[in-house]
Protein backbone atom coordinates (compact mmCIF):
# COMPACT_ATOMS: atom_id res chain seq x y z
CA UNK A 1 0.00 0.00 0.00
CA UNK A 2 1.22 3.73 -0.73
CA UNK A 3 1.70 5.76 1.70
CA UNK A 4 -1.03 7.82 0.15
CA UNK A 5 -3.08 4.98 0.39
CA UNK A 6 -2.52 4.77 3.93
CA UNK A 7 -3.06 8.49 4.27
CA UNK A 8 -6.26 8.07 2.87
CA UNK A 9 -7.25 5.14 5.35
CA UNK A 10 -6.49 6.81 8.00
CA UNK A 11 -8.47 9.76 6.59
CA UNK A 12 -11.71 7.86 6.40
CA UNK A 13 -11.17 6.04 10.06
CA UNK A 14 -10.88 9.54 11.38
CA UNK A 15 -13.56 10.08 9.57
CA UNK A 16 -15.33 7.51 11.22
CA UNK A 17 -14.06 8.16 14.11
CA UNK A 18 -15.62 12.01 13.87
CA UNK A 19 -18.90 10.89 13.17
CA UNK A 20 -19.13 8.95 16.11
CA UNK A 21 -18.59 12.11 18.66
CA UNK A 22 -21.79 13.30 18.93
CA UNK A 23 -20.71 16.40 20.61
CA UNK A 24 -17.70 17.36 17.29
CA UNK A 25 -20.15 16.01 14.22
CA UNK A 26 -22.12 19.75 14.25
CA UNK A 27 -18.55 21.62 14.69
CA UNK A 28 -17.27 19.64 11.95
CA UNK A 29 -20.07 19.98 9.26
CA UNK A 30 -20.03 23.60 10.41
CA UNK A 31 -16.71 24.01 9.36
CA UNK A 32 -16.63 22.50 6.35
CA UNK A 33 -19.83 23.79 5.22
CA UNK A 34 -20.62 20.12 3.98
CA UNK A 35 -23.88 18.52 4.88
CA UNK A 36 -24.91 14.81 6.13
CA UNK A 37 -26.25 14.31 2.58
CA UNK A 38 -22.96 14.97 0.89
CA UNK A 39 -20.94 12.30 3.51
CA UNK A 40 -20.97 9.20 1.42
CA UNK A 41 -19.21 11.35 -1.57
CA UNK A 42 -17.13 13.15 0.57
CA UNK A 43 -15.49 10.47 2.07
CA UNK A 44 -14.05 9.66 -1.50
CA UNK A 45 -12.31 12.91 -2.28
CA UNK A 46 -9.06 12.60 -0.68
CA UNK A 47 -9.24 16.18 -0.05
CA UNK A 48 -12.18 15.82 2.15
CA UNK A 49 -10.25 13.37 3.85
CA UNK A 50 -7.40 15.86 4.43
CA UNK A 51 -10.02 18.43 5.47
CA UNK A 52 -10.63 15.74 8.24
CA UNK A 53 -7.24 15.43 9.23
CA UNK A 54 -6.82 19.06 9.59
CA UNK A 55 -10.22 19.11 12.01
CA UNK A 56 -8.29 16.75 14.51
CA UNK A 57 -4.89 18.57 14.36
CA UNK A 58 -6.66 22.07 15.16
CA UNK A 59 -6.98 20.40 19.27
CA UNK A 60 -4.86 17.83 20.65
CA UNK A 61 -7.88 16.58 22.61
CA UNK A 62 -8.95 15.47 19.36
CA UNK A 63 -5.95 13.27 17.97
CA UNK A 64 -4.94 12.22 21.09
CA UNK A 65 -9.24 10.67 21.23
CA UNK A 66 -8.56 9.05 17.82
CA UNK A 67 -5.12 7.98 18.00
CA UNK A 68 -6.25 6.25 21.71
CA UNK A 69 -8.88 4.56 19.79
CA UNK A 70 -7.79 3.43 16.55
CA UNK A 71 -4.09 2.79 18.56
CA UNK A 72 -1.89 5.04 17.08
CA UNK A 73 1.16 7.43 17.39
CA UNK A 74 -0.13 10.83 18.13
CA UNK A 75 2.59 11.72 15.21
CA UNK A 76 0.73 9.48 13.21
CA UNK A 77 -2.20 11.80 12.57
CA UNK A 78 0.18 14.82 10.67
CA UNK A 79 2.27 12.12 8.90
CA UNK A 80 -1.06 11.19 7.31
CA UNK A 81 -1.62 14.74 6.41
CA UNK A 82 1.66 15.18 4.86
CA UNK A 83 0.95 12.78 2.29
CA UNK A 84 -2.77 14.08 1.20
CA UNK A 85 -3.34 17.07 -1.25
CA UNK A 86 -2.60 20.15 0.53
CA UNK A 87 -0.68 18.58 2.96
CA UNK A 88 3.23 19.41 2.69
CA UNK A 89 4.39 21.38 5.67
CA UNK A 90 7.08 23.67 5.17
CA UNK A 91 10.39 22.42 7.08
CA UNK A 92 11.85 25.38 8.74
CA UNK A 93 14.45 23.69 9.73
Given at each position: MSQRESAETMGL??????????????VFLNATGADQGQL????????????VLDFLMEDDVRVIGFCDEA????????????????GNVPNWT
Open positions: QAFSWLLGQENLVGASLARDPVFLGAGLPYGAVMQARGALPG
